[in-house]
């Protein structure tokens, strides 16, 4: 069993800033990628950014202005945000491609989600 924990969101005014974290725990074997998904009220659940071994990609709304890191030792993923602005609010998720053993394929975990509120 696989656990995705996130923290750090909250209510922040317009440029501001907030770091969130997401710590996976568990059965874990191989972590093959991990990222920050946000879903809004009213819409589609999207990508924020996403990191592999090979490198990161990121939406263009939050370019330039979201760094997502990775911890490998501690096993987790943090999303720092710079810049707020109201439409980055969101449930923002993290997402983790994890293979919890050396015969199996990764599969998607995700977290309950983190409320991050940006008030203009």
């Known amino acids: 069993q696989v656990q995705l924990v996130e923290s750090g969101g909250g209510l922040e005014q317009a440029g501001g800033s907030l770091r969130l974290s997401c710590a996976a725990s568990?059965?874990?074997?191989?972590?093959?990628?991990m990222g920050w998904y946000r879903q809004a009220p009213g819409k589609q659940r999207e990508l924020v950014a996403r990191i592999t071994s090979g490198g990161t990609n990121y939406a263009d709304s939050v370019k330039g202005r979201f760094t997502i890191s990775r911890d490998n030792a501690k096993n987790t993923v943090y999303l720092q945000m710079n810049s707020l602005k109201p439409e980055d609010t969101a449930v923002y998720y993290c997402n983790a491609d994890i293979a919890t053993s050396i015969i199996l394929r990764g599969r998607d975990y995700w977290g309950k989600g983190t409320l991050v509120t940006v008030s203009s």
């Open positions: 568990g059965s874990i074997f191989r972590i093959n990628a």
